[in-house]
């Protein structure tokens, strides 16, 4: 009889991560500075309350999945240019970096360049990409310094927010524009032609208060390569207080990016790329009671990406148009109401528009469209002082696979107030994008002759599904200044959506390949432990470590006629582990180092096995000046180390100094 995926040549990695708890859950004040010793209330002056889990404010301990928090103290201590370098923070989060500096986000592996199985949500607007899937970090209209937090529900969560939310859900929370006062301006300056500025300012007219901000930041990318950006930026977000009892929020947000790619082929000549993306978004809430509010809210988001260029290939000329518009309208309604002194809920209906245009893609200058309606609800039942019930369901139609149901079920376990057990089942899908759906790729002469079939979907792909089991701890130490999460989990993924060559499609130009043909066509179980660790050994030093450890086994379908499979095991990394240390020293010097380790693997697409790699970031930094006006200047140091490369063998990190100076008046 085989053994559980989770214990097969894990029993010596799993007992490491215990061993770890372990210790820091033992007495460490013998490490402080006897004059700079946290006290409790210090302590639990800082406990989490979470708002993504199930939509309603939960303390960590109380919500059904395991969570991780990136305040702003961690986001300002990285040091980080890009917003997904904060991810590698997060237990099992790995950052992936292609040429053209396409960056991907992904949790356990299992993953291209892409990254379609996470969904990411702004303020609660979901920045999915409708027509290719996964997110394009790189122009989305959001600077990395007006992040306030990042809340990331490690599991599966369509229960809460539908299709999509498959592998993980981040929700990036922006300050509100009272946290903002006053004028801030940002430089950033540094290696391979790294230039950033950013200008903010926030204030309040009566009860309208107010934030804006304009940026621009550019550089070369990664050393030869043809693959530099120029990135144009402006946010704005409004919030009106009618009275006590309704509020009026407004957001809307404009990036224009300009993108160096191609390698100066005949067949992929150097070009640029334009990319504009805007979105607007409108949200209104209203307090019916301590125990009872309602919000309605619309978002619209629209992309368009131009890269149209002539491939010289022998002595033909081809035409190749990789533009694409996308074009979402969402409108929201959520209700949370408390029935009962043990009993909250909160329920919502949902419909939203998709709509795409990609002539190179869909062979035709048509939109295709996707409607989608939901309806869900979560309940939070205290049905036992020690004992704490989250369930919820969502039903979703959509027009590409009809109707799916993503139920959730989670039991807690007070042992004491601060040490819970958490025991939860959750099933979620992943709808297949447009590019997916609809892809009728033909390659063409300049004067439109049709030449042959590049990739194909027949329209009838079935949503890929996943079944999570999860045994979770939370534990928090307050005399030792420590928090501590663990999560064994145990994944069943079936009807992944695949890229596989078929013959029935012949490369008629060159005879040596076949069309690819999007079809159901993987399957996976994933298994493994993750640890997260907050320490605070003394009020001025903090530390965060997490682990993960996860084996995957399964397959996926890579040709058709014959039918041919690949091991999906590499796809995932055994281990991803990060420690962050921060410090702050006298005179207001403050100084923070991570370091980041990711076992080998081989994503989907990239070909090229990464043999695992380790590096280190530091930052220096010391704040100037007091009252209205006040200045910071820090010096950040990436990728210490040896050299390495996370996805693409082309894309090589080296080491990467920064300057930064931040001004507020």
């Not at 550019?218 to 009275?243: A, P, S, V, Y």
């Amino acid at each position: 009889m085989n053994r559980p995926l989770l214990l097969r040549n894990g029993k010596a990695v799993l007992a490491r991560y215990f061993v770890l708890g372990f210790l820091f859950s033992l007495p460490i004040s013998v490490l402080a500075d006897r004059n700079d010793v946290l006290t409790e209330d210090d302590y639990l002056g800082d406990v989490p309350v979470v708002l993504s889990a199930t939509r309603l404010k939960q303390p960590r301990s109380d919500a059904p999945a395991a969570i991780t928090v990136i305040d702003r103290k961690m986001i300002e201590a990285s040091g980080a240019i890009e917003i997904p370098d904060l991810f590698r923070l997060v237990p099992g989060f790995q950052v992936l970096r292609d040429e053209d500096q396409r960056i991907a986000v992904t949790y356990h592996g299992f993953s291209d360049n892409l990254a379609r199985r996470l969904q990411v949500l702004i303020d609660g607007r979901s920045v999915y990409s409708p027509f290719l899937g996964g997110v394009d970090w790189v122009n989305l209209p959001i600077a990395i310094e007006d992040i306030e937090r990042i809340e990331v529900i490690r599991g599966p969560s369509s229960a809460t927010y539908g299709s999509n939310a498959f592998l993980a859900v981040v929700n990036i929370i922006t300050r509100h524009p009272l946290e903002s006062k006053g004028n801030t301006l940002v430089t950033t300056t540094g290696d391979l032609g790294t230039r950033k500025v950013l200008y903010r300012q926030g204030g309040a007219a009566g009860k309208f208060a107010y934030r804006f901000s304009v940026g621009y930041r550019e550089d070369e990318g990664i050393l030869n390569l043809h693959d530099g950006k120029e990135i144009n930026l402006l946010t704005f977000r409004g919030e009106h207080q009618f009275d006590a009892k309704n509020t009026l929020d407004i957001q809307f947000g404009v990036n224009n990016g300009d993108q160096q790619t191609g390698d100066g082929s005949q067949s992929n000549p150097f070009r640029g790329t334009k990319t504009k993306t805007n979105f607007q978004q409108v949200l209104w809430r209203h307090i019916v009671s301590n125990d009872e509010e309602f919000t309605i809210q619309f978002y619209r988001n629209y992309t368009d990406l131009k890269d149209e260029y002539i491939a010289t290939i022998g002595f033909l000329n081809l035409l190749n148009i990789e533009s694409y518009t996308t074009e979402r309208f969402n409108l929201e309604f959520v209700h949370k109401l408390k029935p009962s002194r043990n009993l909250r809920l909160v329920w919502g209906a949902e419909t939203r528009l998709d709509r795409n245009r990609a002539e190179g893609w869909f062979n035709t200058k048509k939109y295709r469209s996707n409607n989608t309606k939901r309806l869900f609800a979560n309940a939070e039942w205290s049905f036992h002082p020690k004992w704490i019930m989250n369930a919820g369901a969502m039903v979703e139609d959509n027009t590409y696979t009809g109707t799916n149901l993503s139920p959730r079920v989670a039991l807690n376990f007070k042992v004491t107030p601060r040490h819970t057990f958490r025991f939860a089942v959750s099933r979620a899908y992943r709808i297949p994008g447009a590019f997916e759906e609809r892809v009728n790729a033909v390659l063409k002469l300049v004067d439109g002759t049709p030449l042959d079939i590049l990739a194909l979907a027949d329209g009838n792909a079935r949503p890929e599904e996943i079944t999570e089991t999860e045994i979770g701890y939370s534990g928090e130490f307050p005399k030792q200044n420590t928090r501590v999460d663990f999560k064994l989990f145990y994944s069943r993924i079936k009807d992944v959506i695949v890229p596989a060559t078929d013959n029935a499609f012949p490369d008629l130009l060159f005879g040596d390949g076949q069309a690819a043909v999007f079809i159901n066509g993987g399957s996976a179980r994933i298994g493994g432990a993750e640890i997260e660790i907050q320490w605070k050994p003394t009020r001025k030093t903090r530390i965060h470590v997490t682990a993960s450890y996860a084996r995957n086994r399964g397959d996926a379908l890579t040709d058709i006629n014959p039918v041919a499979v690949i091991p999906t095991d590499r796809s995932t990394p055994v281990l991803t582990q990060s420690v962050m240390i921060m410090h702050e020293f006298p005179r207001r010097w403050h100084a923070s180092v991570a370091w980041y380790k990711v076992s080998k693997v081989t994503y989907f697409g990239a070909g090229d096995d990464t043999g695992g790699y380790h590096t280190a970031d530091w930052r220096i930094a010391k704040k100037l000046g007091r009252g209205k006006t006040r200045a910071e200047i820090a010096l950040t140091g990436r990728n210490i180390g040896k050299e390495y490369f996370d996805y693409n063998k082309n894309y090589i990190f080296k080491k990467q100094f920064y300057l930064t100076l931040k001004l507020n008046f």
